[in-house]
């Protein structure tokens, strides 16, 4: 059997369910959520048995300049199915989002990349601190502002 | 009476030759045994997933061999797919079956890379690790009659690959593989039983599944855990589908199971590279129309991944419309296998941490990017 990805459409309904408000919008392949939620959402998304996803493939930020997009891969192992959850992150400084380390231990160290080379910090992170570069480096290179 | 001892804080590396590269452990140690490991990164951090976005999309290949440089061929397969999924398009056939067959090739040389010096780490010094290079070797001289690079080879391209393989590629192909037949039974027979090396791998560190999947551990690593998941099987990508071949999967979790898996999947290649000389037809490799300069669509994007040599390497794009990807995330096998090392080193002694870190199989180049 081979993996399936989940639409949009079928994230947003089964997220809408259980959490009511949490959505914010959804695309063709993605769903997109509220940021301050990202927590819940993932482990709900992880915990509901029909959903199941217990594997996050990738964490990453886009920089669009006028908001951040966090990006999750998600996959289930079990039910052989992916989802893209994303979530629009406005503003430039002093940016926070709810860490998935709890619920994703994989999250570990993409989330410290990102705050990294983005800027964006991960609140109930254990470790939130540079990976690549050294402690006291100004700026966040990944941002497209950064010369 | 207990002799009352001190923890003791080291570093090892950045620059120790165990740690593959330029990657640094602080260890705090109580005697021999292993109380805290922290790794510490970002010593070849270069920056790839910034230059990228100053590249064109063709440029961006020669970034992608510079990643895992020990599996180049499946760096630029995995960031090709990507681009093409952006693009909606599909290389010709023959050309699928090229990447294939050098994806294999180049597997068969990163486990041998990852295998020989797992062994030198556990004190065999020097003579498997000859062997293994011995076949590694002529691998890389079958790259260079392809693209004439041996490490950076840059031979694939977003929507097939650079140029056909010349005719004397196929002869030379054959005689190696009749040759690495031979060479790798004799290293499987020297290695597999091996009374020592049984001793020393059997049972340390051992990763269970469930931390495995919660800490996104991919490739040989996760499958050596008891988890039966490979990309080309599950999501099969170029000529995988048209292949046959078996996941083999590990049952203690140990270092020894992640040894094991990496051997059997080197056999497994060997077995997909034979039919992908079977079923290779004459054929163009590479899409006629796709400009040289590719603009995808404004707002595009994809996530291209394969199973790499280490796990799964993904690469995420996001197209502005312009000449250049707006954003390339990489998803490195490596970086985020280490999220274990504090799991497979606390609590085992000084001799077994170098040999679990080997078993990962890291590669700086990939985990720093």
């Known amino acids: 059997m081979l993996v399936k990805a989940l639409s949009g459409e079928q994230l947003a309904e089964r997220l809408e369910q259980a959490l009511p408000d949490s959505v914010k919008d959804k695309g063709r392949d993605e769903v997109w959520v509220e940021p301050s939620r990202i927590a819940e959402v993932a482990r709900f998304l992880k915990e509901d048995e ?6 996050l493939n990738s964490v990453s930020a886009v920089d669009f300049i006028e908001y951040f997009a966090m990006v999750y891969h998600l996959t289930s192992l079990n039910q052989r199915h992916t989802a893209i959850v994303k979530a629009r992150v406005y503003g430039r400084e002093g940016l926070v989002v709810p860490s998935v380390y709890q619920i994703w231990r994989g999250a570990d160290f993409q989330e410290r990349e990102i705050w990294d080379l983005m800027g964006i910090r991960f609140e109930g992170h254990p470790n939130m601190k540079r990976i690549m570069l050294w402690e006291g480096f100004v700026g966040h290179p990944l941002r497209k502002d950064f010369l | 009476m207990p002799i009352r001892t001190e923890p003791m804080t080291v570093n090892v590396g950045p620059q ?9 452990l602080r260890i705090t140690f109580d005697g021999e045994e292993i109380l805290e490991v922290e790794p510490v990164l970002g010593y070849l951090h270069r920056g790839s997933e910034k230059l990228a976005e100053e590249r064109n999309y063709v440029q961006v290949v020669t970034l992608t061999d510079r990643l895992d440089y020990t599996s180049s061929m499946i760096n630029n397969q995995a960031y090709c797919l990507a681009v093409e999924k952006l693009l909606g398009v599909e290389p010709p056939r023959r050309a699928k079956f090229l990447r294939t067959l050098v994806a294999e090739l180049q597997r068969i040389a990163s486990h041998l890379v990852a295998v020989g010096f797992f062994i030198q780490e556990l004190g065999a010094f020097g003579t498997p690790l000859m062997y293994a290079f011995r076949s590694r070797e002529r691998i890389l001289d079958l790259f260079e009659m392809l693209c ?21 590629f196929w002869p030379a192909l054959t005689q190696f593989m009749h040759d690495f037949a031979i060479e790798f039974g004799e290293f499987e027979q020297l290695l597999l039983e091996n009374e020592i090396l049984l001793a020393r791998t059997r049972g340390v560190s051992p990763l269970p599944p469930e931390l495995a999947i919660n800490c996104s551990v991919s490739g040989p690593v996760l499958r050596a855990s008891g988890v039966n998941w490979d990309w080309r099987k599950m999501d099969p990508y170029d000529a995988y589908d048209r292949v046959e071949f078996d996941v083999p999967v590990g049952s203690h979790w140990d270092n020894y199971d992640r040894f094991w898996v990496r051997m059997q999947e080197v056999r497994q290649s060997m077995r997909i590279i034979d039919q992908c ?41 996001v197209s502005d419309g312009g000449i250049a990807p707006y954003r390339c995330k990489i998803r490195s096998p490596s970086l985020i296998n280490l999220t274990v090392t504090e799991h497979l080193l606390v609590g085992w002694k000084l001799a077994d941490m170098i040999v679990s870190l080997g078993s990962v199989d890291i590669n700086m180049g990939e985990v720093d990017r």
């Open chain 2, 148 to 168: 004439g690079a041996r490490i950076t080879v840059s031979f694939m391209r977003p929507g097939g690959v650079f140029a056909d393989a010349p005719p004397d």
């Open chain 1, 50 to 55: 029909a959903l199941d996803f217990q594997y």
């Open chain 2, 16 to 24: 120790h030759p165990s740690t593959h590269g330029v990657f640094r």
């Open chain 2, 277 to 317: 000389v079977e079923q290779l037809e004459p054929g163009p490799v590479r899409l006629a129309d796709l400009p040289l300069v590719i603009r995808p669509q404004a707002g595009a994007e994809a996530y291209g991944r394969v199973e790499a040599s280490k796990g799964e390497l993904g690469f995420y794009l």
